[in-house]
């Protein structure tokens, strides 16, 4: 199988957007002088380190982990949304997840026996106290990850079920933790809570988010600065 190897000189640490709007406001406000795309991709980056976007889903999430074997990655931050399950949270908050469940068909490949990921304990601990000093209060708890979850949300039986054991639902985060623990490279997700699983929604939740976005990219540029 092809899979191009893609030298970049660049930093120890990186940060993965999921979603488009996050992806756009990153790129406008994190200055970082190269570039590089590929597919759908784009990466940009200097000697400290590099953001890349938009990603969606954990079977592309294998694909990166896969290119940056190449790469010096140690520490890395993915950033995106995730849909609440019950009432654990609100609207607008940001959720750093300690556990996440594998629903998705990714993180099995590289771990068969294995469905609960989890963060390096130091590394989840050192992002939620920094975020705590930029002013943001996250909320942490488990998440679900699968590839389908509009599927899973007309299941009511499995919805409910679900909704006992986690906090949250999303398509990456179980994938991130797995891969890292794969490769060797400490991970966190950052999510912002934008809907609710269970409840459709066409309102698009970008004045909820303003705030807490400003303050997430506050502490990227940290991170990009080893200041974190």
Request: charged share 25%; proline share 5%; with cysteine.
């Amino acid at each position: 199988m092809f899979l191009p190897k893609i030298n970049l000189k660049t930093g120890d640490r990186g940060v993965i957007f999921f979603t488009l709007p996050e992806w756009k406001l990153a790129k406008e406000k994190i200055s970082l002088k190269k570039h590089f795309s590929w597919l759908n991709l784009t990466i940009k980056y200097d000697a400290k380190g590099f953001i890349c976007g938009p990603i969606l889903g954990a079977p592309m999430i294998g694909l990166l982990f896969e290119i940056f074997q190449n790469w010096e990655i140690k520490e890395l931050l993915t950033v995106g949304w995730a849909a609440k399950l019950g009432e654990k949270l609100k609207l607008g908050e940001v959720f750093l997840p300690n556990k996440a469940y594998s629903l998705e068909g990714t993180s099995r490949l590289y771990w068969e026996k294995r469905k609960v990921f989890t963060p390096e304990f130091e590394f989840f601990t050192k992002i939620k106290e920094n975020l705590v000093q930029i002013g943001l209060m996250p909320s942490s708890g488990p998440i679900i990850s699968t590839d389908a979850p509009f599927i899973f949300e007309k299941n009511t039986q499995f919805l409910n079920k679900w909704a006992t054991k986690a906090y949250a639902l999303d398509m990456e985060t179980s994938a991130v933790f797995a891969l890292g623990k794969y490769f060797n490279v400490k991970t966190q997700a950052i999510l912002l809570i934008t809907d609710e699983i269970g409840r459709t929604s066409f309102q698009r939740p970008e004045n909820l988010l303003k705030p807490s976005r400003e303050k997430i990219l506050e502490l990227i540029q940290r991170f990009l600065s080893h200041e974190v």
